[in-house]
């Protein structure tokens, strides 16, 4: 079974659009995470939640909006979506302080 | 300056070889420290935690100096399947769990 799993893998899309992205981890988790790691490969956290409240939050464009449903998801929405916007998007849980497991990744390119 | 600071790489040896790594972390209140590693279009994985007193895990080994601000990773006996991306991470002093990654040092393990 797959502890975090994030869909899509791939995501290829037009500037302008609007996409979401799904994450999911099934090893009981308070905290999920999305990271974005750019063309330089850098991993930058963007938001953190925790038992669903919203608890870091960096200095993301407000294009992009967090929704935790419930403890086992993490989704990602990214609204009009520009070429910077190319990336590689994890999602990630963790229960003790620095163990994080890691979804496949999701690779979105705006063209 | 970087939160979390590495030599980029790569690092190229042949199998067998001793290599090391280092990091420098700029925040003294950070409170966890971690080594991860991430292989080619993969996520990362945790590889090991890192402690004062010096850990070691089979051919891996770490060092934190706290005074100094400097982690250390040594490989021992290098095998074709340590060629990865060697990411230093260190938990913020928020209390929020929060990673933050160093850009990682290249190692290329050759025959």
């Known amino acids: 079974d797959t502890a975090v799993s994030q869909t899509p893998k791939y995501l290829v899309t037009q500037m302008g659009n609007d996409k979401s992205i799904k994450c999911e981890q099934n090893l009981g988790h308070d905290t999920m995470y999305w990271y974005k790691q750019d063309s330089k490969k850098f991993l930058k956290i963007m938001f953190s939640?925790?038992?669903?409240?919203?608890?870091i939050n960096e200095t993301v464009p407000n294009r992009f909006s967090p929704k935790s449903p419930d403890k086992a998801h993490l989704n990602l929405h990214i609204n009009s979506l520009e070429l910077g916007d190319s990336a590689v998007y994890f999602c990630?849980?963790?229960?003790?302080?620095?163990?994080?497991?890691f979804g496949q990744g999701t690779r979105l390119t705006v063209v | 300056r970087k939160e979390v600071e590495q030599d980029p790489g790569p690092f190229n040896v042949p199998e067998g070889a001793t290599v090391a790594f280092n990091c420098t972390y700029s925040?003294?209140?950070?409170?966890?420290f971690f080594w991860y590693r991430q292989d080619c279009r993969k996520e990362p994985k945790l590889l090991m935690s890192v402690y004062s007193s010096g850990n070691e895990d089979g051919r891996f080994t770490a060092q934190l100096n706290r005074a100094s601000q400097y982690i250390s990773l040594l490989i021992r006996d290098s095998k074709l399947s340590d060629s990865a991306t060697y990411l230093c991470v260190v938990t913020s002093s928020g209390g929020y769990n929060k990673l933050i990654f160093g850009a990682g040092t290249r190692l290329a393990v050759h025959p």
């Open positions: 939640y925790n038992n669903k409240e919203l608890i």
């Open positions: 925040n003294s209140a950070s409170q966890s």
């Open positions: 990630a849980s963790s229960q003790e302080s620095g163990r994080a497991f």
